[in-house]
């Protein structure tokens, strides 16, 4: 019998309707013969209220209570979906994340997993039952200590229970169909794509895409699982990520480009008279470690050759931006540059796609496509399957529609339907 | 170190503000060199949410996943008034039913706790840490499942605890100020009790005193552990209850008369017609008790020499009434009675006092100020501490207030506050 881990978002189960929704999703599955296990996040918004609740009583918002606390949401969605079940005359048993094996680390709010031991579970399953399981949430190692696993946490549980317990698939309910050729918000013509291999996918994630986080794809790249993304209102088919396309599936073949992603979160920092001597970058992004931000995008252009200065810029979260410019301010004098610039209206706009590897014109039509639109290009970085420039942030969806279009990437129909807001 | 267990109801921890006021108590307990476990509810009126959700989705109410929906407000609770704790300066950690060591029998929704296994609580202590732990929840000892304690759990809970900890007191905190003469809703002079016997307690608990539940102050009695009932909101000394009054307490003598309890809650079944003969009530109780009933009063007079038949009276909680009557009906030809009256316009009047039994004047005292107060008699039955009269619903707090006088008891003021709701 195939095992196959659901994994189910806030905004899927966002209220009683929702469960019930959800509640016979899960039995069809269990229905048609499958063994399943449900990842479940916490209902609606019940995570925010329970941040506000705490803001309220302490300023401190990390550490082990707060986990505590966090992880309560998750305990009453599993239960209720439990519940919901059993009332369609199944048997389901619901686990908080301990109970079903999740082991961390002991870095709370944003743990990582570093085994899964899921005995429960398949004891479980080997009754018959469906399994109910609370995303998001561990235990850790060391402490036997609630944990949370940070963004995204709940994918990423699902996909570490498919892996342990060897599932056919991941499936990754959420609120839109599938993972889309660009954000359907901004291209009304995106299209959604039928497989995309897990490479491109990372590229997609760590490019803006929102749907599956950089983190869960890479566990199920590293443990071979393939995840199902699709929608818990439609029921249509979604998009398939993994390894390799389907054996008979001739729709899915490697595209030349599997999407445009754009990211508007970011901001700009350039480092401006930077001598243009060894240790130089060095200094500036040992200073910007130690303050732990995480720097996207890296720009060094050649140096004019008359002065013997360059300029560096790179891209981070806008909400490290205040941060960076002090820690960069504070060694101004060890690291020796003019002066600094700080910019967040700027835009990331990326173009993912394993086949740009072999066909050189792909970089030329990206570039004429934003220029026959007047949209000025400020940075450019490639990888070897994404080219990603930053523009002004005033341009981002029409950079975006254009680009979609000269790749032929534009769908016949506006077909992406939003179903609600995101889950965690 | 001195250690001290304190308990704070739904009531108390209701908001925010609730939660800030409890911490600053907490910390002020740890100030004056306790050591301090504090045993948390769910906030307000968090469980009652909760139990609407899940009658949405299921009609399930009981079981497994019920428990585990519930105990998902203390854990919001707890974890909350830790950072609270936190923010003041001190340090505490908060712990689950389970991680507390509570470990109970598997009989979900009302378990009973068979084993307190501290150790981790005992570590947080030994760091100079305060411990939080959730109430009205454990663990059960062979499914390893999430169980829930029922009703009064988190009172169940704090003394358990303070019994395997060895703890000076438990500090019972809720929305009074203490256990009174009688309830100050109905007598305006009840006076608050400084200090009580576990016996007249337990039967002031089962007379229909709602501060302490019989179950909390049973296991106070067999592991002779003082509870402090308390209010969080004034500050001001409660009621003591223990086996003896404190060395050198000389406001703290054993009164005649404790209090009354009244109980609006309960209906009267009577059995009319009954032949008098061995076997009869056997086989009246033995159906009531198939029928998984609990009943209170049980009252059979002599039978009228000439039929040679008796009628046989009961109470029973107005809930179960329905339930007891089909059962009865059922059975009609085996028992043998000719009719069955329900009754659920009655109220029980209680007077407990352990002096009673070396003062034979106690039990015309009481009925004379009821006969006084026109107040008809329908039913009586004693212990050896209690004399209990069932009436009309309609007298009760006439009752109560009479009773009460003609006792001595009235205070000179009205001393009693009410805060707020009651906690579970």
Not at 32 to 43: I, N, P, W
Not at 135 to 144: H, I, R
Not at 348 to 362: D, H, Q
Request: net charge negative; hydrophobic share 40%; proline share 2%.
């Amino acid at each position: 019998m195939s095992l196959v881990v659901q994994k189910y978002g806030g905004s899927s189960v966002a209220d009683a309707e929702g469960i019930k929704r959800v509640a016979k999703r899960i039995v069809e599955a269990k229905k048609r013969g499958h063994q399943v296990v449900v990842v479940v996040s916490a209902m609606g918004d019940t995570t925010d209220e329970l941040i506000d609740l705490a803001s309220e009583v302490s300023p401190i918002t990390s550490g082990r209570e707060y986990d505590m606390l966090l992880t309560a949401g998750e305990r009453i969605s599993m239960a209720l979906l439990a519940m919901s079940i059993k009332s369609l005359g199944h048997e389901a048993q619901s686990f908080t994340g301990s109970q079903a094996g999740v082991i961390t680390d002991s870095v709370h709010n944003k743990a990582r997993i570093i085994d899964v031991t899921p005995g429960r579970i398949q004891a479980a399953l080997d009754e018959g039952n469906i399994a109910i399981v609370a995303g998001f949430q561990g235990v850790s190692q060391d402490s036997k200590d609630i944990t949370t696993l940070g963004r995204g946490g709940s994918d990423t549980t699902a996909v570490a229970l498919a892996a342990a317990l060897n599932a056919e698939v991941c499936e990754i309910y959420t609120d839109v169909d599938g993972v889309f050729t660009a954000d359907p918000r901004v291209v009304k013509k995106a299209r959604k794509i039928d497989w995309i291999s897990f490479g491109d996918m990372l590229e997609l994630a760590s490019s803006g895409s929102k749907v599956l986080l950089h983190r869960c794809v890479e566990y199920a790249r590293r443990y071979n699982i393939p995840i199902h993304v699709r929608s818990s209102f439609s029921g249509l088919p979604g998009t398939w990520v993994s390894n390799e396309p389907r054996v008979g599936d001739d729709a899915m073949e490697q595209a030349l480009i599997s999407g445009v992603a754009h990211d508007t979160s970011e901001a700009k920092v350039t480092i401006v008279g930077v001598p243009d001597k060894p240790g130089e970058a060095a200094a500036i992004f040992r200073t910007v470690a130690d303050a732990e931000l995480n720097i996207d995008m890296v720009v060094q252009n050649v140096s004019a050759a008359s002065t013997g200065l360059t300029d560096i810029s790179f891209t981070l979260p806008r909400t490290d931006g205040k941060k960076a410019i002090e820690a960069l301010e504070r060694r101004k004098a060890q690291i020796g540059f003019d002066s600094l610039r700080y910019d967040d209206q700027v835009a990331k706009i990326s173009l993912v796609g394993a086949g740009m590897k072999t066909n050189p014109g792909v970089t030329a039509t990206f570039f004429e496509a934003l220029s026959n639109a007047g949209v000025n290009i400020e940075l450019i970085s490639t990888s070897e399957i994404r080219i990603s420039v930053v523009t002004r942030q005033d341009d981002v969806n029409e950079a975006v529609r254009v680009v979609h279009t000269a790749f032929g990437l534009d769908s016949d129909s506006e077909e992406a339907v939003v179903y609600g807001g995101t889950g965690r």
